[in-house]
């Protein structure tokens, strides 16, 4: 009898689930459709504190880019300066809201990218975002 029951938790470990187990793992932004069974979406929504700390550098960094900007650029400086500090005082939390820093880091990205006088302010932004998740083009 011993035999028997080593013999079938023997043949219990080799057997293969009779159903495919499918996995998705996503790394960065994406947009997924799952349907199914079984199928589950682990999502977080907050920042680690590594990552929030290089980005409120990197938004410090901003706010000091923007306050040196000459007159003519083409941007709203007073507006962007509203977002940067938006996205610094929800980095800056005890447990960072990803979904909002993502929104405004992105908001912040899209408006100074094309801007020559920000482009080292974006420069510095896009990877200390790449911390936190956040990719920028």
Request: proline share 6%; hydrophobic share 45%.
């Amino acid at each position: 009898m011993k035999a028997e029951v080593q013999l079938l938790v023997a043949a219990s470990e080799n057997m293969k689930p009779l159903t495919p187990q499918s996995r998705i793992e996503i790394n960065g932004d994406g947009n997924v459709v799952v349907t199914g069974d079984g199928n589950q979406i682990n999502a977080g929504t907050s920042i680690d504190s590594k990552a929030a700390a290089a980005l409120a550098d990197a938004l410090k960094t901003t706010l000091d880019h923007l306050t040196v900007l000459p007159v003519e650029t083409p941007i709203n400086s007073a507006e962007i300066k509203e977002l940067v500090e938006d996205a610094l005082a929800e980095v800056k939390k005890s447990k960072p809201n990803k979904v909002k820093a993502v929104s405004a880091i992105k908001g912040i990205a899209e408006t100074i990218k094309f801007v020559p006088d920000l482009k080292a302010a974006y420069d510095i932004i896009k990877p200390a975002a790449a911390m936190a998740g956040i990719y920028l083009p």
